[in-house]
């Protein structure tokens, strides 16, 4: 969480996740130029290539956003939280950086306009203290105070206090948090009828025009505008990472917040940015949805979220490792390895195994798997189609209840000793049987030099590597390996797929044939 630190008579931080990325620049310069135009002009001039019937329908569309803000802007909320630091990591980073020299942009702002704050802010010494606030943004979905934010929002919360729109204030109290999806319920007491809003139930368009309100800065009930930029996006930031990209300026402290439609409905949670500069560039990322809508209902209903488990690593299927393995698709989720006791261990899952479909459904590559699969309930009886060693074969079995978060992080890795003979396709590797490498284990082969210039290189094998199998085939020695790579070139191929095991995990890397 990289939000900005103000200083008061107890620090404060404000709340969404800016995140850096370089080579930006021409996507938020051509997203300023589109958020110039009113919603209801025309975006070409006389040349236009805009259709009559689209002209027609551009020229019915509202000149402005009023009627939907005044409709939605009662059930948005800012969101305030206390937390202490000396029982939070989080909170002790946070303040470090407020002991900083660095100007924030809100120091910034505050000197221009002449605003004063006690310890710390217009130009004044910082100091520290032993709490540490926090500024989000939230929405009521029900009349009796349930509210959706941010799990980074209240994540070690020590209190958390909510404020309307008209300015009345709340206690709340945390319902569930989900880490993985960074959503969160929070509940305010004693009312029954506050203003809500309602998840949207259709997939937003690229194109749509989109409304943020939220609590930038601290500023409280601030709205604006832009479209939906893109969709499906991973920005690394966990295994369900499926994001609705925005160009509605949004900021630290929009965290939590909502993302509506035309008709008023959320069709996203925001929850981080893009930004070189800890601001807006137009690049904001929203949960969708169809995703907060499963959370937020299990969170109520038992205050933590469940989902299915398979047991398996998994990578996607590059297109060396589909034409490797006879895919005509480069589709579907190999798995690495399928962990002991797991459900899919159990059902005959193997290394080497593409997961192609589950319950019918096209499996697109391995985050799309980790997504179908955390939608589903542990115990649902789910198919698998598989596909292994040319043969197509679909696996039933019972899902588990996915553990605690588990991390597997893996490095690529492959040949022989001796030159290999004429014909034979040369991965650029020395190789020596596992069991002659201290440390080593008995199966496989370890790679004892790799050639910098040489294609196994280029996949990101490394010394100290074991390939335990080729093409298929399990493999003991230097001869296996040189078989292996033979039978592979007789038969056509331009790459093969090697299973590797490195000091951390086991992968799949398929090597072109040299």
Do not use: C
Not at 123 to 129: E, S, T, V
Not at 204 to 222: E, H, K, Q, S, Y
Not at 303 to 317: D, F, I, M, N, S
Not at 348 to 359: F, L, P, Q, Y
């Amino acid at each position: 969480m990289n939000d900005r630190v103000n200083s008061d008579t107890t620090t404060s931080r404000k709340i969404l996740r800016p995140r850096r990325l370089a080579l930006l620049g021409t996507v938020a310069a051509l997203g300023v130029a589109a958020l110039s135009m009113a919603p209801g002009s025309a975006p070409f001039g006389t040349n236009s290539f805009i259709a009559p019937a689209q002209a027609a329908e551009a020229a019915a569309t509202p000149a402005g956003f009023g009627d939907l803000v005044s409709k939605v802007k009662p059930a948005v909320i800012s969101v305030r939280v206390k937390i202490d630091q000396d029982n939070d990591k989080t909170a002790m980073l946070q303040q470090n950086r407020m002991d900083s020299d660095e100007d924030t942009p809100f120091d910034q702002f505050s000197r221009q306009f002449g605003f004063r704050f006690p310890g710390g802010m217009n130009g004044m010494p910082r100091q520290r203290h032993q709490m540490i606030t926090g500024e989000g943004s939230g929405f009521f979905i029900s009349p009796d105070g349930y509210a959706v934010t941010n799990n980074h929002v209240v994540d070690h919360a020590e209190s958390v206090q909510v404020t309307m729109d008209d300015g009345t204030t709340y206690t709340a109290k945390v319902v569930g948090t989900d880490p993985k999806t960074d959503l969160a319920l929070i509940k305010v007491d004693g009312k029954k009828d506050f203003p809500f809003v309602k998840f949207s139930d259709q997939k937003p368009r690229i194109g749509d025009w989109v409304v943020a309100v939220g609590n930038p800065f601290g500023l409280g009930g601030t709205v604006t505008a832009g479209i939906v930029s893109a969709s499906g996006r991973d920005i690394g930031n966990g295994p369900y990472d499926d994001f609705i990209q925005i160009d509605a300026p949004i900021n630290k402290g929009n965290s939590g917040g909502p993302a509506f439609d035309m008709n008023g409905n959320v069709i996203g949670v925001n929850t981080a940015i893009f930004s070189p500069s800890g601001g807006s560039v137009g690049i904001g990322f929203d949960i969708p949805a169809s995703t907060a809508k499963l959370v937020v209902a299990q969170l109520k209903d038992k205050g933590v979220v469940t989902r299915g488990w398979l047991g398996v690593q998994v990578q996607p299927v590059t297109s060396d490792i589909a034409d490797s393995l006879g895919l005509k698709e480069a589709r579907g989720a190999i798995v690495d390895n399928p962990q002991d006791g797991s459900p899919a261990a159990k059902a005959g899952i193997e290394a080497g195994d593409v997961i192609t479909a589950v319950n019918g459904t096209t499996i697109k590559d391995s985050r799309d798997l980790a997504r179908t699969i955390a939608t589903l309930a542990p115990g649902t009886s789910v198919k698998l189609d598989v596909f292994r060693k040319g043969d197509s074969k679909t696996v039933t079995l019972a899902l588990g209840e996915l553990p605690n978060e588990r991390q597997a992080k893996g490095n690529g890795t492959d040949e022989g000793r001796r030159q290999p003979s004429a014909g034979t396709p040369r991965l650029g590797l020395s190789l020596a049987p596992a069991g002659d490498v201290q440390g080593a284990g008995q199966k496989g082969v370890v790679v004892t030099e790799v050639d910098p210039q040489g294609p196994a290189a280029q996949r990101g094998i490394q010394t100290g590597d074991v390939i335990l199998n080729v093409g298929g085939k399990a493999v003991e020695n230097v001869g296996d390996v040189r078989s292996e790579l033979a039978q592979a070139k007789t038969s056509g191929k331009r790459s093969v797929l090697l299973q590797v095991k490195s000091a951390e995990a086991t992968r799949f890397v398929a090597v072109p044939l040299a």
